[in-house]
């Protein structure tokens, strides 16, 4: 069974700091290129970050330069560094597989007040 589960959002104030973590099971992770996403009310589910299985990374831009994403295979778990935050990150942000989607799971709540 396929489960995706995002931790570590919360609270933070403008140029703040949070490091997210996905820990993934039911899927050979180590061979999966994997992505992050972020969703905020009234807008579509954005990709901000992707890691392949290699290493190979690739930002939005809105993201480049303060976010890093980082992938422990011996953990199965993904991560997000994100620094210098800014109130339009706030979201919920979520993981997922590339190219072929599992399924979503619950999100992680990320609120940067200004």
């Known amino acids: 069974q396929v489960q995706l589960v995002e931790s570590g959002g919360g609270l933070v104030q403008a140029g703040g700091s949070l490091r997210l973590s996905c820990a993934a099971s039911g899927i050979i992770f180590r061979l999966r290129t994997m992505g992050w996403y972020r969703q905020a009310p009234g807008t579509q589910r954005e990709m901000v970050a992707s890691?392949?299985?290699?290493?190979?990374?690739n930002y939005a831009d809105s993201v480049k330069g303060r976010f890093t994403i980082s992938r422990d295979n011996a953990k199965n778990t993904v991560y997000p560094q994100m620094n210098s935050l800014k109130p339009e990150d706030t979201a919920v942000y979520y993981c997922?597989?590339?190219?072929?989607?599992?399924?979503w799971g619950q999100g992680t709540q990320v609120t940067v007040s200004s």
């Open positions: 890691i392949a299985s290699g290493g190979t990374t």
């Open positions: 997922n597989a590339l190219p072929n989607k599992v399924s």
